[in-house]
């Protein structure tokens, strides 16, 4: 929900994706250390009277460089992104669906270094397997969440509806089926025509007799019971296939509006 008590048809990222933008990202990020730190040795084979403190001091220096500030601004300047991330069609947002800022960033990029660097992502992983949007230490401290932005493949396959119930489908109130009840119908469509006539009607009777209380007004008298399923399922997923159209349009507005500047410029 946002601060207008608007509801943000946001998918959080699943563990899976995340993981793996992590360890793109930690592959990155080390490739640039070591670059960084071969750029140290050269440095200091090359003034052999350095002293010895001041090349710990600069090793830790691009370390935090690397795996703190290089992170911290990333994610600022691609508003919630970095490379792992944009593979995996990834960004991360505030919890009110705004852009994240330099604090959360840079909290991010802080407890960054200890769940995953220090424990190769074990604590990271625990935390994003506990949480139910799979949230890491960093993310429940700066208050973001990883939401992924790719969009889901919506196939809608329609079913042939009956002639003869095309009217009444135009008119029928159809209460949402339990899952478990369509799932059953799924199943019996799908397989009726590998039994008999006999036991298909028995079926398609016992069937249509549970879906009954759920539509108003019932079907035309003398409606097949196997038609009346038919063309409840094909309400059902078009029902659904709409309101999945909807909320990936609203997504995508989401998505629109995250990157744009009045929501990168707050706090």
């Given at each position: 929900?946002?601060?207008?008590?608007?509801?943000?048809?946001?998918?959080?990222?699943?563990?899976?994706?995340?993981?793996?933008?992590?360890?793109?990202?930690?592959?990155?990020?080390?490739?640039?250390?070591?670059?960084?730190?071969?750029?140290?040795?050269?440095?200091?084979?090359?003034?052999?009277?350095?002293?010895?403190?001041?090349?710990?001091?600069?090793?830790?220096?691009?370390?935090?460089?690397?795996?703190?500030?290089?992170?911290?601004?990333?994610?600022?300047?691609?508003?919630?992104r970095?490379?792992?991330?944009?593979?995996?069609?990834?960004?991360?947002?505030?919890?009110?669906?705004?852009?994240?800022?330099?604090?959360?960033?840079?909290?991010?990029?802080?407890?960054?270094?200890?769940?995953?660097?220090?424990?190769?992502?074990?604590?990271?992983?625990?935390?994003?397997?506990?949480?139910?949007?799979?949230?890491?230490?960093?993310?429940?401290?700066?208050?973001?969440?990883?939401?992924?932005?790719?969009?889901?493949?919506?196939?809608?396959?329609?079913?042939?509806?009956?002639?003869?119930?095309?009217?009444?489908?135009?008119?029928?109130?159809?209460?949402?089926?339990?899952?478990?009840?369509?799932?059953?119908?799924?199943?019996?469509?799908?397989?009726?025509?590998?039994?008999?006539?006999?036991?298909?009607?028995?079926?398609?009777?016992?069937?249509?007799?549970?879906?009954?209380?759920?539509?108003?007004?019932?079907?035309?008298?003398?409606?097949?019971?196997?038609?009346?399923?038919?063309?409840?399922?094909?309400?059902?997923?078009?029902?659904?296939?709409?309101?999945?159209?909807?909320?990936?349009a609203?997504?995508?507005a989401?998505?629109?509006?995250?990157?744009?500047?009045?929501?990168?410029?707050?706090?």
């Amino acid at each position: 929900m946002t601060g207008e008590a608007v509801e943000l048809s946001i998918r959080p990222a699943s563990l899976m994706s995340r993981a793996v933008a992590c360890a793109i990202d930690a592959f990155i990020y080390t490739i640039v250390y070591i670059t960084l730190l071969i750029s140290i040795l050269y440095f200091v084979l090359k003034f052999a009277d350095i002293q010895e403190l001041l090349v710990n001091s600069l090793i830790i220096i691009f370390m935090a460089i690397t795996t703190i500030m290089v992170p911290c601004t990333v994610e600022i300047l691609t508003r919630g992104r970095s490379l792992g991330k944009l593979i995996m069609g990834l960004r991360i947002v505030r919890e009110d669906g705004g852009a994240i800022s330099f604090r959360h960033a840079f909290l991010r990029a802080l407890i960054w270094d200890f769940e995953v660097l220090s424990s190769g992502g074990g604590i990271a992983a625990l935390a994003g397997f506990l949480s139910p949007r799979t949230k890491r230490l960093g993310d429940m401290l700066a208050g973001t969440i990883a939401v992924s932005e790719r969009p889901r493949k919506i196939v809608h396959r329609p079913l042939p509806v009956p002639p003869q119930l095309h009217q009444w489908a135009q008119g029928v109130d159809l209460t949402p089926l339990p899952p478990g009840l369509l799932y059953r119908l799924t199943q019996f469509l799908d397989t009726s025509t590998k039994n008999t006539a006999e036991s298909r009607l028995e079926r398609a009777i016992e069937l249509a007799t549970e879906v009954n209380p759920y539509v108003a007004p019932p079907p035309p008298e003398g409606t097949h019971p196997e038609d009346f399923l038919v063309t409840v399922v094909e309400l059902t997923r078009t029902t659904q296939f709409h309101k999945l159209r909807k909320a990936e349009a609203t997504a995508h507005a989401f998505t629109d509006r995250v990157g744009s500047l009045p929501y990168s410029q707050r706090v």
